[in-house]
């Protein structure tokens, strides 16, 4: 039985990548069984070429930041990360090279993050290259961390800095300058923030993937709350900071920022900041009783209006 | 906060599919448990308009061939389905119908199946419509079916028949009369049998997704053996039958069948076929010592030679 160019690229790629319940990539599905104690948390996320991301972005980044935006999905439900099924599709004349440097970035983001491959399906296209990963984790019963749960009078926290990715976009469309290159590597690479406990502290929380503004809506809608933000609280990078504040609107609505947003009792700051360990947090805002809105307030407490909410695909 | 076309298209379309483990599809993730004494099996496949379906495809067939194939690999596991998680492309000028045809297609077939919509992501995209589904299901602890166990001696059955799918994607292309449409109707429609028990009779099992001839050759890489299939012996619809036996190659290595191929001792063979109830069984072959090989035979015992082993992507 000859092997198929398909089967012997599975061998040589994807097989060092495959964890246990893999079954060594020979069968026809993963096997695998939570912790006693705990739950499966599933989430599945795309990647298309012009899109979400750039033609000529580097495949290992590509790989990477396909895991890390399902990782932050995870982060934002209190999951830690297990494992991953993956499917891509490209032209048929696409270079060995190609694989390598896939199979390449998905071995760097195993390591980084301790997961493995679970299995996953490879095709050709005539269209644009595209790639999906269905992440695995696991919460401890009942302590997955919902959106639901936010309170009028809970502060409100986000990680990181926000607004960086969506300006590395502007810098690879050449409306920006990168001069450090920090906005390009926030656009290419994100830092989803996994493994941080915040059962028993947060009331909501929800990673930003669509913008700020967006992502805090559905906390509000889920929950039945108002949010209030201050502009200024928001958290900048210096390179975020240095592009100058005509960039507001892009930096709150525009996404890829893949920070989490918390919100939970003022008193509860405390304990989150010690969750957060050296992760950085900050208060922006508050939530208040009443319909789901969000108001992003400047310094003199006025409301900010903006065109955009964040990222819609339709 | 006003909702975007994308949610709104997600509250109208998706939500009514999503069960209680997708926490209402306004969450990051799902969380979900296998029953006590069980593991989940976890399966991915994609479907790419102009690869794995035609443009004009009814994107209701789309929808329930791509959960039918995964679903075809979950019953090769022994595995019962309880869920999944869908991704799709679409270009944004998509009209309101399709979103439509394709909620009734899932629906369709979560009745069918009894499986529920756990979560998902859409997208826009510039190039041809895309699909992915995450089959989970749960098996028994420790009696997954593998591909690994076939042993000499053992005797190779097939469910269904055989070619049907192929040679409908052949009329699709004008190269083959369909005249009663059941060719047609095995191309947009197969059907995974699930739900057979085999844990304790069959030795191996995989679907026959890429074409019997390579698929056989799966069981022998993994289980160390060679098979030897009777031609005569593979079993055939009347509208296989009709289309006549130039297109004996095509059947046997053209795929699309999502039929199980199972070996056990011959002993087992009136209980493979009482667990397999009205799903037809045909017993095609045998598996034989010595290296990983594929044999068709005639009726001469003359080993047949094709020119192609089987579907493979690149």
Known sequence: VPVSPEFQRIARYFKP????????LADDAAVWAPAPGHEAVLTVDQMIEGVHFLADDPVNYVARKLLRRNLSDLAAMGAAPVGYLLTFAVPRETP???????????????????????GGDSASTNGPVSLTATLIGTAR?????RRDGARPDDAIFVTGTIGDAVLGLEAARGTLADPTGCLTRRRLLPSPRVNLDFAGIAHAVIDISDGLVQDLGHICRASGVAAEVLADAVPLSEAARAAGPQWLEPRLTG???????ITAPEAAGTALRA??????????????????DVRVLDQHGNQLEFQST???HF
Chains 1, 2 share one sequence.
Do not use: H, T
């Not at 019963?141 to 961390?145: E, P, R, S, V």
């Not at 996404?255 to 947003?261: A, I, K, P, S, V």
């Not at 969750?275 to 789901?292: D, F, H, Q, S, Y």
């Open 310 to 312: 964040g990222w819609s």
């Open 141 to 145: 019963q009942g302590q997955a961390l």
């Open 96 to 118: 060995e090279a190609w694989f390598a440097a896939l199979a390449e970035g998905l071995a760097a983001d195993q390591a980084e993050y301790r997961i493995s491959l679970f």
């Open 255 to 261: 996404g890829d920022d893949y920070e989490l947003l």
């Open 17 to 24: 990548l495959a964890g246990a319940e893999a079954l060594g």
């Open 275 to 292: 969750a957060c360990g050296n992760v950085p947090l900050a208060r922006i805002g508050r939530i208040k009783a009443g319909g789901p």
